[in-house]
């Protein structure tokens, strides 16, 4: 049998082969389907499926527009709801129990080492931080998924990244991805994998970032290798034990890479684009006036996330002129944050702390920006319209770096703030 990848090994298993290689098309049988909000039909209704596949393999979660900002999403949430009790769905997120769907599906162990997960957003790469296979795999896909329990997906080859190193104070999984966009762009049609002995010391906040930033590369798969702070991390998560997969010695690669994590600093990214598209800090020598700082959304908005922000925050005051907004990712975040004491510090700090939602990061609710505004966000996109006017200009930084930015009022260097 062919030596494989890790992609490689996920997607032969679940299409019934003993091996896979790029170029082929595979027919596979997914083990999770997740349902973010409802799709629309062309006729601006709610589809409503006669059948699911397996009601304990299929979730729903409601992240995009909660609570609902506007009589159709409302509308679709009542949809939802009838949905879930008609299917006797068994995983169920609605508003109270609610978050981006990417953090409900780490926390409540759903992403599952060695695993196939489906999902229309496309930054379900996320679930790669778990050794699980997950693709953004758009409506119509994710809705054949939940209902025949099939999906496919072209095999296609692997760039792998070794790490090796600690990142240095104040350089965090964000900054890790934007050198990677930087030194190496766009990965499309490529899948990426991760490994290398720096992975021992990173944590599982930061390969959660990094794994879900992999869609601003267009990469295919993200995953990374499992290992004991995988196997930490789940810890009483998951409801069956896991089954991780790891490269063969001899997989093929189309590169292998090797980052050195102690010799990266923090980077900003300039407006409208990702790949190719960033500084290191030490080389941004523009003064940029914000208007707005965003931490939050799938990518960062994580309790270390907002650990880090009010590390910054504490005891100063947001610059005048300037919005500090901070979403958690799930209400299991935003409860650690009140009883760690962390939401204090941000208010008193002069930010506002808003429910768990996806609104400011796609430019839906919650922040969105108004025509000649900059902000800098920790989120996940920054093109044209993203978080509101197209006239707006959206750099990105890491939850360091946009906190910082917040306090002096122009985009600055945590490490000058911290010091």
């Known amino acids: 049998m062919a030596a494989m990848t890790m992609i490689e090994k996920i997607l032969a298993r679940t299409g019934g082969k003993s091996s896979v290689r790029p170029g082929e098309i595979v027919e596979c049988r997914p083990d999770m389907v997740v349902g973010l909000d409802l799709p629309i039909s062309t006729d601006g209704g709610w589809y409503r499926p006669k059948k699911i596949f397996d009601p304990d393999r299929v979730a729903l979660i409601f992240d995009h527009s909660v609570p609902a900002p506007s009589i159709k999403d409302a509308t679709g949430m009542v949809e939802g709801r009838r949905f879930a009790k008609e299917f006797k769905l068994k995983h169920f997120f609605d508003v109270g129990q609610h978050g981006i769907c990417h953090v409900i599906l780490a926390e409540n162990g759903l992403a599952r080492p060695g695993e196939l997960l489906v999902c229309a957003d496309s930054h379900t790469c996320a679930s790669g931080a778990l050794n699980c296979a997950g693709r953004g795999a758009g409506l119509m896909d994710t809705l054949q998924a939940m209902t025949k329990g099939v999906i496919w997906y072209p095999v296609t080859p692997s760039v792998r990244y070794n790490f090796t190193g600690v990142m240095p104070p104040q350089v965090s999984g964000k900054d890790v991805f934007f050198h990677i966009a930087q030194e190496y762009g766009g990965h499309t049609n490529t899948s990426v994998e991760f490994g290398g002995p720096g992975l021992k010391d990173m944590p599982m906040s930061d390969r959660r970032t990094i794994a879900t930033m992999c869609a601003e590369i267009s990469a295919e798969f993200a995953l990374f290798e499992y290992d004991q702070v995988t196997a930490e991390y789940l810890r009483d998560r998951l409801d069956r034990p896991p089954t991780p997969v790891a490269p063969d010695a001899g997989a093929e ?166 010091a």
């Open 253 to 418: 690669y189309l590169e292998v890479r090797t980052i050195d994590l102690a010799a990266l600093e923090p980077y900003v990214v300039m407006p409208d684009a990702v790949p190719n598209n960033a500084k290191r800090i030490s080389q941004f020598k523009e003064k940029v006036r914000i208007d707005q700082a965003f931490i939050g959304s799938c990518a960062n908005g994580k309790i270390e996330d907002l650990r880090a922000a009010a590390n910054i925050v504490r005891g100063r005051k947001v610059a005048p002129g300037v919005r500090l907004l901070i979403t958690p990712g799930s209400q299991a975040v935003h409860i650690q944050a009140v009883q760690e004491g962390l939401v204090e510090t941000l208010l008193k700090a002069g930010a506002v702390v808003t429910n768990s939602t996806c609104g400011a990061c796609f430019g839906g609710h919650m922040g969105v920006l108004a025509a000649g505004e900059v902000c800098i966000t920790a989120s996940t996109r920054n093109f044209k319209g993203r978080m509101g006017s197209a006239e707006a200009r959206i750099y990105m930084g890491s939850p360091a770096t946009v906190a910082a930015s917040a306090l002096t009022g122009v985009i600055t260097d945590p490490r000058t703030v911290c």
